[in-house]
């Protein structure tokens, strides 16, 4: 046994001992399905055939019912003649055999032979001259005519020193039932209770620790089948997380088939019934899947909770109906969720809820099923289960033959690969776009298709959509109005060169009543206007008041974070991103994820946290691959380099700065990070020249576009810093003072780092006092990174001034701002900053070329810019192999021995790069 029942034992033999001294009681032992209780009987049997006390040993006869012999006249009879021992403690039987072995016709044995068997087995019994000890298994299925002669030989005895044990099947009613029936007997009819086992018993018997003992239980119910499979597996010293673990092994699995088994057939069916249905499901549809009446499930039901499987009829862990449908033949799996969504369909169940079972069952023929299947699918993507979606649209694309629904289908599929698997969804585009130029696509499905076009560069693509769509504006819905808005502002901001083709006045306004995509593209567009800052930071706060995310809302909330971190809300965009960020992580959408992660890494880098910066970039870059950004790569990969680049590990930077792009990346004002990244990394090599042109592309894209970049995009003042980089403080202080007077001069933010530039360009007094000017205000907005390079400058000055005690104090706390941003090599970053003013430099003067050839020239001008080899090769029409012989030639003569060096001596020149 695997708990002795000790205690249930030793009352067995207390009653035993009653028996010997003439109570004559009568007991029932109860308890759930496989709880212990044959294996108590056998224990008590064994025992009570022992010799012991005064007087002779008693009488043992043992049976068992079985509810497939239950119709099988005198069984159990036979059962207790052949069970009561090999000592001749009978007497002759022969007479009751021979009454045994007469031909009997079929139904129940006639009235004569049940009175004559009952007399003989009476007098074999009372012959015996010993205590009568009974034990009944399952006495619940005891055929008739073996209860028959029992009970009469029992009443008939009227000797106390008998004890009649029965167990209950566990599969019957109630023991109740059966103890009424044992009554007729004796008065007295005593329960012995095999009940599910509680944690403190749990604890103590296996020597687990409480928290493990309670997760065992909670799992199992206390059965004990269950739980010594369980202790079997979970090995030493386990932790309450190894339970979950110990359910899917192969002992486990055999308890639960041997519980299952002794279950019955009925109750086995009913459990993988509800195995197949989702948790909660109506009693009735249970019922239904499971071919029996409401009254007759809810008895399994019962049943099946009493042995610890159930808890308020639904599985107590989920690894038993994943068990239980992994031992079920994949043919009946595969019927049980036919039939499933049959049965949930014709109740009125929600399409999702109906088409998950079809994609179970491998579909079905069923005429509404292909509607269904597309609406499940237009659900499960909208409502944030884009992996759903695509499970639901392959089954339809298998089942059906028309060819617009298959278009609308894979329209549908694009847009929910989009959120699940980005690559697939770029695979998959191009035969979408091809079926809606030739209208298969309604306006809808069409229009659905211009985001994921806008993702990955394809602007001319969405535009013909959009025309197309246009076209026929006096047919469109109401939706369908909303969707053409959304999508012309979506191209209007994302790729501003578009406007001039769309006509300003076409998405000056919409339908009213506009949805949440309409929104999120508005408030892209107000961020980026320049006259309307304090309209897109009300709308963002407005945006992220909202519920929980989903396919309409994603795009809201990542507009109203870039809303907030242009604005400098950084503590609110920070607090909005990570719930948003963990909801969607939570929920494993890829592209949600990778989305928000690119933004919280922003959000680190603005707010001076550079390694929490460099975590979530790195974050988004892994669960979304490279190939599957699109465009918007800049953002992850641009917030990666600068942080990296800001922390000092400018090596790392080497592996990054030449990746690949998408050509569209330059019609988009996404490129600002890119643009940004590469000029700060060139900027902190010593590729000066480099630096200002991508900073100057910035300026001339920005007017070109008519958008308004943020602080932290400041070109002007990334241009002062490669100025002053350049020996050049002139034409750095012109750039910071066009810049301020751009700003108007009220925005704290971008003012603190202008004067620290300002101060840098300075001399004498005015350095120092125009130091300690930005270090206040830096204080002031909390920008510490800014401040800890400001504090170097300022020091820089008060050692200068002569003031060296004031200058050190002022250098650590320098430093120490500057490690509690992540930043790495100190000195060298800080030291970066500062600039020794002297003669003004000539713009354009280059350091010698080093007997560099013409080709070679050009081709160390774009390795220096971070071109790739096969970029080198494609801008100047030669091979690849050509390239990399150039830079062979070239590392030599310039005594460089990397293409990260080359920047350091080697600045870009003009060839031809812009």
């Known amino acids: 046994m695997f708990v002795a029942h000790e205690d249930q034992l030793e009352r067995l033999t207390n009653l035993l001992e009653q028996a010997r001294q003439g109570a004559g009681p009568v007991a029932v032992v109860a308890g759930p399905v496989g ?105 619940r299925f005891v055929d008739g005519p073996s209860w028959h002669c029992l009970t009469a030989a029992l009443r008939r005895v009227r000797r106390p020193r008998t004890l009649l044990l029965a167990a209950d099947s566990g599969q019957g009613a109630h023991p109740d039932a059966l103890r009424r029936s044992l009554r007729s007997l004796e008065s007295q009819c005593h329960t012995v209770d095999l009940s599910l086992l509680p944690v403190e018993t749990v604890a103590e018997r296996l020597g687990l620790a409480r928290a493990v003992a309670a997760e065992a239980v909670a799992a199992t119910g206390g059965h004990p089948l269950l739980l010594e499979a369980l202790s079997t597996e979970l090995g030493a010293a386990p932790e309450p997380d190894d339970v979950s673990r110990a359910m899917t092994g192969d002992g486990f699995r055999r308890a639960l088939t041997a519980l299952l088994r002794r279950c019955g057939e009925t109750t086995a069916g009913v459990l993988r019934a509800l195995a197949t249905l989702e948790p909660g499901a109506r009693p009735a549809v249970l019922a239904e899947l499971a071919g029996l009446d409401e009254l007759t499930c809810a008895w399994h039901l019962r049943l099946a909770e009493s042995a610890g499987l159930l808890r308020n009829a639904d599985f107590r862990h989920p690894a038993v109906p994943r068990l239980l449908l992994g031992e079920t033949a994949p043919e009946e799996r595969r019927r049980l969720h036919a039939r499933a969504a049959q049965v949930l369909h014709a109740d009125g169940a929600p399409p999702r809820a109906v088409a998950r079972h079809l994609v179970e069952a491998g579909g079905t023929d069923d005429p509404w099923a292909l509607p269904l299947l597309h609406e499940a699918a ?80 394809h602007f001319e693509d969405a535009f013909d959509a959009i025309q197309r769509v246009a076209a026929q504006q006096d047919r469109l819905t109401h939706t369908e109005r909303s969707l053409l808005y959304a999508s012309r502002l979506w191209l209007s901001a994302l790729y501003p060169a578009a406007m001039r083709e769309l006509g300003r006045q076409e998405v000056a306004s919409g339908p009213a009543g506009a949805d949440s995509q309409v929104e999120a593209a508005l408030l892209l567009a107000l961020v980026l206007c320049p006259e309307s800052p304090a309209g897109a930071e009300m709308a963002a706060e407005r945006a992220l008041r909202r519920g929980t995310l989903d396919e309409r809302t994603v795009m809201l909330c990542v507009s109203a974070l870039v809303a907030l971190i242009h604005q400098g809300r950084l503590d609110l965009a920070r607090t909005s991103c990570d719930r948003l960020a963990a909801e969607a992580a ?19 880098l ?66 600002f990070y890119h643009l940004q990244a590469r000029g700060r990394y060139l900027l902190a090599v010593g590729g000066h020249r480099a630096a200002l042109k991508e900073f100057q592309l910035m300026g001339e894209l920005a007017a070109q576009w008519g958008v308004a970049l943020p602080g932290h995009m400041a070109w002007r003042l990334d241009m002062a810093r490669a100025h002053l980089a350049a020996g050049q403080p ?122 560099l050839s013409e080709a070679e020239h050009r081709v160390a001008a774009l390795a220096a810019a971070g071109f790739s080899n096969r970029r080198i090769a494609s801008r100047l029409f030669i091979t690849v192999s050509t390239v990399e012989q150039h830079l062979t030639r070239i590392y030599r003569k310039l005594g460089v021995t990397r293409r990260g060096e080359l920047t350091t001596v080697y600045p870009l020149v003009d060839a031809g790069i812009g």
Do not use: N
């Open 378 to 457: 237009e659900r499960a993507t909208a409502e944030g289960a884009p992996q759903e979606a695509v499970d639901y649209v392959r089954l339809l694309g298998r089942s059906s033959s028309d060819e617009r629904q298959l278009a609308a289908a894979s329209a549908l599929r694009v847009r929910a690969e989009w959120q699940a698997d980005p690559v697939q969804a770029l695979r998959h585009l191009p035969e979408v776009v091809h079926a809606s130029r030739e209208g298969r696509l309604s306006a809808r499905d069409t229009l659905s298709l211009v985001s994921p076009m806008l993702w990955f560069g």
């Open 35 to 139: 709880s212990g209780k044959s294996t108590l009987l056998r224990a008590f049997a064994e025992r009570a055939a022992e010799p012991g006390g005064e007087g002779p040993a008693p009488l043992v006869m043992t049976g068992s019912g079985d509810p497939h012999e239950r119709s099988v006249p005198f069984g159990v009879l036979r059962q207790l003649l052949h069970g009561s021992g090999t000592d001749g403690g009978l007497g002759d039987d022969q007479e009751l055999l021979r009454l045994l072995r007469e031909p009997m016709p079929a139904g129940a044995p006639p009235e004569r032979l049940l009175h004559e068997a009952a007399l003989a087995f009476t007098a074999l019994v009372t012959g015996s001259g010993r205590p009568l000890v009974v034990v009944l298994d399952d006495a």
């Open 586 to 604: 939570r929920r494993g959408i890829p592209m949600w994820h990778g989305l928000l992660a690119a933004l919280r890494a922003e959000i680190a």
């Open 730 to 851: 002139m034409r750095a202080r012109e750039l910071v003072y066009a810049e301020l007077g751009r700003a108007g001069g009220d925005d704290d933010r971008g003012r603190g780092p202008a004067l620290r530039l300002l101060a840098a360009a300075a001399d004498g007094e005015s350095r120092l006092e125009l130091y300690q000017q930005a270090c206040e205000v830096l204080r002031a907005t909390g920008t510490r990174l800014e401040l800890a390079h400001a504090l170097a400058g300022l020091a820089d000055a008060q050692r200068a001034a002569g003031d060296a005690a004031a200058a050190a104090v002022t250098l650590a706390e320098s430093h120490r701002l500057a490690r509690a941003c992540g930043v790495r090599d100190v000195e060298r970053v800080l030291s970066a900053g500062l600039t020794a003013l002297g003669p003004e430099a000539e713009e354009g003067t280059e350091p010698a070329a080093a007997g």
């Open 606 to 671: 603005y707010g001076g946290e550079l390694d929490d910066a460099v975590r979530f970039a790195r974050t988004a870059l892994e669960v979304v691959p490279a190939e599957a950004w699109g465009v918007r790569i800049a953002v992850p990969l641009g917030i990666l380099v600068q942080a990296l680049v800001a922390r000092g590990d400018y090596e790392e930077v080497d592996a990054l700065i030449g990746a690949e792009v998408p050509d569209a990346l330059f019609q988009s004002p996404i490129a």
